[in-house]
């Protein structure tokens, strides 16, 4: 086994997350990730992966690209797989809505800012001593980057969605930091648990101490806000100081400004809209909206800011967060006694969550095809009649939104 099986596998099927588990694992340290569309790269001559990789199939092993491992990992987690009925929100003790209670951080947050709370109750409260978390590129604003920190202002100044890929499990390899918490992807916190599945996690994987994870209907290449900031506003992103995919009043505007000064908005349900257009296959066909498998999933609050953006109106910040785990509950109930957050028992509905809809038909439909390899399944979905075109459930479902509201 060796790196061409991950090529064969995965790579030739378009089914790369861009997660990076592959870079963390790789004990020969010869896989590197492209610039420009965040690829594996084998690091040396590809003739070689035989002789240089031997028998090691850790990157292969790790890799969530085509199978994920949920069910596996569910059990290692929580004792059972779980149900078809929970085949879209997975294993939970308990919904959520939850707010800052920190100005500082709602002003930085695209929703409800629980996701940055969380993190520092863990800092402070000694369940981490550093966060993964992603921020934009000093060099380069325009572009989302990893980064691992033990500052309570970066992990504040890197809060708000980030639509764009951002390769962040490279960087658990050889941290300096026992314990670190992980703000995720779905199909990045599937890679971390299939490390620990393994009967000898990784060292990467052993320094790992909390999740969180983003529920996710699907990321973007770099390209794509890349084409929104040039072809949309007409900027030119070298001139870019500064980016907010949801900035300014809830549910937020794509906001650019320029080294003059200048600022530059673009209505968020039309860049939503822009980016359909730089998605990989294996963002298509991904099917999870969360993996269920971190200590605590997190999403928008309102289940349809497309709809809300389009309408042109405002709302409350707020998150929806599931506690799957001991520790997600303990550290939520610790973020309130910190005086971080203000938590209410809620529900969360996926009939009515725009993103997790797009996700569930694009995902059948494109199963139904049978014409590509794609990502097993953690249950069997029940069909609700014919499914439907990404841009069909966004019309319908925006639709509907409007006129009820």
Not at 183 to 201: T, Y
Not at 236 to 261: A, I, K
Request: glycine share 8%; aromatic share 6%.
């Amino acid at each position: 086994m060796t790196f061409s099986d991950l090529q064969a596998a995965v790579l030739d099927h378009d089914l790369c997350t861009r997660c990076g588990a592959c870079v963390a694992v790789c004990p020969a340290k010869v896989i590197d990730m492209a610039d420009d569309d965040f690829l594996p790269l084998f690091a040396t001559d590809p003739a070689a992966a035989g002789h240089v990789c031997g028998t090691c199939s850790l990157c292969l092993d790790v890799c969530p690209g085509r199978e994920t491992g949920v069910n596996t990992s569910e059990v290692r987690r929580f004792g059972r797989a779980r149900e078809d009925a929970e085949r879209w929100t997975g294993i939970s003790r308990g919904v959520f809505e939850v707010v800052s209670c920190d100005e500082g951080i709602l002003e930085h947050a695209s929703a409800g800012g629980a996701v940055t709370s969380l993190l520092i109750a863990a800092l402070r409260g000694g369940v981490i001593d550093a966060a993964l978390v992603v921020e934009h590129d000093a060099e380069h604003p325009w572009r989302s980057l990893a980064t691992l920190t033990d500052s309570e202002a970066t992990i504040i100044r890197s809060a708000a969605a980030k639509y764009s890929f951002a390769p962040n499990l490279p960087l658990i390899a050889d941290a300096p930091f026992r314990r670190i918490g992980v703000v995720g992807l779905p199909c990045q916190i599937e890679a971390i648990n299939k490390m620990c599945n393994l009967d000898q996690a990784p060292d990467a994987a052993r320094s790992i101490a909390l999740t969180i994870e983003l529920a996710c209907a699907s990321a973007t290449l770099p390209a794509g806000t890349r084409h929104v900031i040039e072809e949309r506003l007409g900027v030119d992103v070298d001139e870019v100081s500064s980016l907010r995919y949801r900035g300014g009043d809830y549910p937020g505007t794509f906001h650019v400004r320029t080294r003059d000064g200048a600022d530059h908005y673009y209505p968020f349900f039309e860049m939503v809209k822009d980016f359909t257009r730089f998605k990989t296959f294996r963002c298509e066909a991904c099917p999870d909206w969360w993996s269920g498998l971190a200590d605590i999933s997190v999403a928008d609050g309102d289940p349809n800011i497309f709809a809300t953006s389009r309408r042109g109106i405002t709302g409350r910040p707020r998150s929806t967060v599931v506690v799957r785990t001991e520790l997600g509950e303990r550290l939520l109930n610790e973020a309130g006694d910190q005086g971080l957050v203000k938590a209410v028992t809620s529900t969360f509905d996926a009939a009515q969550s725009l993103g997790l809809q797009r996700k569930r038909n694009r995902y059948n439909r494109i199963a139904q095809s049978a014409t590509r390899l794609i990502p097993s399944a953690p249950a069997v979905d029940t069909p609700t009649g014919r499914w439907k075109r990404d841009e069909d459930v966004i019309a319908e479902m925006s639709e509907q939104r409007s006129t009820a509201g």
